[in-house]
C-alpha cells in the first residue's frame, strides 16, 4: 500500500480522482496536529493498512483551518476526509458540502457501538450521520500533592462533590503569598450547567444540538451563588483572571489545584519537572456523575469519487490509527472506546494511573453537556453573556436578574 505525507499540498483535482481499472483507488485526508503526530498517523497505515486504498495525508495549520476547510470545499481542492470540529461538522453538513454516512454506520453496527455514548450526539443529526467524533477533550483537576500533605487533606477521589472541591480550594488559599486554591476554574453557564444538571438533571441548554430553550434552575442558582462566594473569598480565580501561564505556574509548582483540560498531561508527563508530585482527579459531582464533552471529529467530502474507500479510512483511523497512536502522543482518550487500550496503558506506565481513571469516569458520565452553543444564531446569544455574565459572577449583578439579562434574552434569540 502507497503512503505519502503531502506537506502543504492543494490538488487541482479537488478530490481523489477515481482509480483506474485494477488500480487501488488514492484516499485523501488533512489533519491539524503536530508534524511529529502526522508521522505518527501515517506510520499506522504502514503497521496496519487498508486493504485496496492508498492514501495521502496533508497537514494543515490549526489556525483559520476551519476557513481553510471551507474554501477548499468550496472551490473543489479539498481532501476526501479532513479533522472537523462539532461546529464545522454541522455547519459543512447544513450547507451540502461533506457526505451523509448514515448508511454506511448503519450497516457497520458493531463498529457504532464501541462509541461511547453521547459522543455521537453532534455528529447524529436529524437521524443523519454529519460526521463521526475523533477525540475527545474533557475538564477536570490537576492537583500538587504536596498542598495537600502540608495541610493534612486526603487527595481528592473522582466521586468527590462540588462542595468538597470549594471547601478544599478554600483551605488551601493563601492570600498572604497572593494564591488561590483552584486556578482557571471556568464558571461560565456551561460550567455552571454541570451543578444543576448534576443535581436536579435541569442542564442550562435542554440539549448539545439543536438547542430550543435555556434554563436557570433553582439549583443553577444556588450553583452561581457558591461560585460568587468562592470567587470573593479568593479560594478560585474570576472570571477576568489572566490565565495564559497557568500550566507553566502548576508545573513550577505554584499552583495548588488547576481546572484544565486532559491534554494538558502530555505536557506534564514530558516536561514537568521530577519534584513534582501531581495527581488528577475528575470534575466533581453533586448528586449524578455529569461532565462535559467536547469533541473534535472527521467528515468526508461529498465530492469524493469513492465514497466506500475514504469511509474504510475513517473506518481504520478509530480502530487502528488511534489505537497506534495515542499510545505515544497520549493527548485526548478516543471517541472510540477499544482504541483507547495504549493510551491508557502509557499514563499508567508512567506513574498516572488517576489520569486513565479519571478519563474512564468522566468518558462514562450518566449525561453529557456541551461547552459552547454550536447554533447559527451562537453570536448573538453570547453577546448577552459577554455583556452580564462575568458581572454576575463578580457579584456586580444580582443573581435574580439571570432570568432576565440572560435566560430571557437568549430564548427570544431562538425564537
Known sequence: MALVLVAGAVFAGGSSQPAASGEEPLVRFMTWESEAMNQAILASFSRVGVPGVKVALEPAPLQEYGIRVQSMLVSGTAPDVFLVGNDMAID?????????????????????????????TTYYINNRYVGLPALINLYGIFYNKKYFDDAGIPYPKNEWTFQEMLQIADRLKDTGQNRYGLYNRNCNVFQMSLYSASKDGTPFT??????????????FIEGVQLVQEAIRNRAITGPTYDSANVTGMFMQGAIPMLYYGQWAADEMIRNAPASLQWGYVAHPRVNNNVQIFDMTGWAINKSTKDLDAAYKVLRHIHTDTYRLVLGDFPVAPSSYGPANQGYYSTLANRGHQDLADGMEYMLNAQ?????????????????????????????????????????????????
Open 92 to 120: 459543512f453538513f447544513a450547507a451540502g458540502l461533506t457526505a451523509d454516512l448514515t448508511n454506511h454506520l448503519n450497516a457497520d453496527q458493531e463498529f457504532l457501538r464501541n462509541f461511547y455514548s453521547g459522543s455521537l
Open 206 to 219: 435542554d440539549a448539545s444540538y439543536p438547542v430550543r430553550r435555556v434554563q436557570a434552575s433553582p439549583a
Open 367 to 415: 449525561m453529557k453537556l456541551p461547552v459552547r452553543f454550536m447554533d447559527t444564531w451562537k453570536a448573538r446569544a453570547n453577546s448577552f453573556l459577554d455583556a452580564d455574565w462575568n458581572l454576575i459572577l463578580n457579584g456586580e449583578i444580582p443573581v435574580t436578574q439571570i432570568q432576565s439579562r440572560i435566560v430571557d434574552n437568549i430564548n427570544s434569540v431562538i425564537r
